[in-house]
């Protein structure tokens, strides 16, 4: 399984991204998705999550209302719709996803395979 983001650049305050996710897997609604980040001398930390049949999605509190998690089963690939950016939000963005119910959704280790990142950056 691999998972390849892209999307990722630099925007101003107020400003829009869309990162996208592509999975290269035949069994793509196997896993649940989640969108991670980590900012310079930060913990990787939860953003976003869509569960197996993407029915269900959580949100950190610091983007709830601004960050969108969303799928297209069809073309393999998971999206994080986010508006309204803060320079806070600058970081390095990861895709995950875990195939069993170990652990919690909002913790790195409870995920099996990750992307490559994609950095985020947003100036004041």
């Known amino acids: 399984v691999q998972l390849v983001e892209s999307g990722g650049g630099s925007v101003q305050a107020g ?6 996710c592509a999975v290269s897997t035949r069994t793509f609604t196997n896993y649940a998705k989640g969108w991670f980040r ?3 001398g930060k913990e990787r930390e939860f953003v ?3 569960d ?3 029915g269900s999605t959580y949100y950190a509190d610091s983007v709830k ?3 969108t998690i969303s799928r297209d089963n069809a073309k393999n690939t998971v999206y994080l719709q986010m508006n309204s950016l803060k320079p806070e939000d600058t970081a390095v963005y990861y895709c995950a996803m875990r195939s069993d119910y170990s652990g919690t959704y909002r913790s790195p280790t409870s995920f099996n395979y990750w992307g490559q990142g994609t950095q985020v950056t947003v100036s004041s």
């Open 65 to 67: 209302g601004r960050f």
């Open 38 to 40: 980590q900012a310079p």
């Open 15 to 20: 400003g829009s991204l869309r990162l996208s």
């Open 48 to 50: 976003a999550y869509s």
């Open 52 to 54: 197996w049949g993407g």
